[in-house]
Nanobody
Framework: QVQLMESGGGWVQAGGSLRLSCAAS??????????MGWYRQAPGLQRELVAT???????NYADSVKGRFTISRANAKNTVYLQMNNLKPEDTAVYYC?????????WGQGTQVTVSS
């Protein structure tokens, strides 16, 4: 199986920055084979894609975060990062790490990001 552990969430004022990390582990996890990403869910709303990075390094971002957020990965550390700059109150949500391994989705427990105006 695969376990994902997020860290780095917290409270920040609008315009500030946060960096989220997601450490992956598990008997079937191989970083070089996994597509990974970040999703978020605000109260009362559906979970939405924030950014993904494929096993080959292809990047995909939601329009709302383009130019502000950067996803990256360190395969040697089995870790994926989300650098979030120029944060806005509408970025407030629980952020979830996702890994696609052998065609199955795995999720972390989520980390809260709160941006105050």
């Amino acid at each position: 199986q695969v376990q994902l552990m997020e860290s780095g969430g917290g409270w920040v004022q609008a315009g500030g920055s946060l960096r989220l990390s997601c450490a992956a582990s598990g008997s079937i996890f191989r970083a070089i084979d996994a597509g990974m990403g970040w999703y978020r869910q605000a109260p009362g709303l559906q979970r939405e894609l924030v950014a993904t990075i494929s096993s080959g390094g292809r990047l995909n971002y939601a329009d709302s975060v383009k130019g502000r957020f950067t996803i990256s990965r360190a395969n040697a550390k089995n870790t994926v990062y989300l650098q979030m700059n120029n944060l806005k109150p509408e970025d407030t949500a629980v952020y979830y790490c996702n890994a696609l391994v052998l065609l199955k989705d795995y999720w972390g427990q989520g980390t809260q990001v709160t941006v105050s105006s």
